[in-house]
């Protein structure tokens, strides 16, 4: 389940979302310092939310693609 993003944001489902599990799942999804987090209520699961903040405008659209 992927959720729409705005702007430079990928947000997926992930239960729990917390400090821990948020970065982890960024980092796996290929994210790299520096980068945030954050966690948005899902209409079922709380999702997580990754920001890449280096000026690759690409990161979205290329996570989207996959």
């Known amino acids: 389940m992927v959720y729409s993003c705005a702007a430079d944001d990928f947000c997926h489902a992930v239960v729990p979302?917390?400090?821990?599990?948020?970065?982890e799942y960024c980092q796996k999804r290929g994210y790299?310092?520096?980068?945030?987090t954050y966690c948005t209520p899902g209409q079922y699961y709380?999702?997580?939310?990754?920001?890449?903040?280096?000026t690759n405008g690409d990161v979205c659209r290329l996570l989207l693609s996959n």
């Open 32 to 36: 790299h310092y520096p980068y945030t």
């Open 17 to 23: 979302c917390d400090s821990v599990t948020c970065p």
């Open 46 to 54: 709380p999702n997580c939310c990754c920001r890449q903040l280096s």
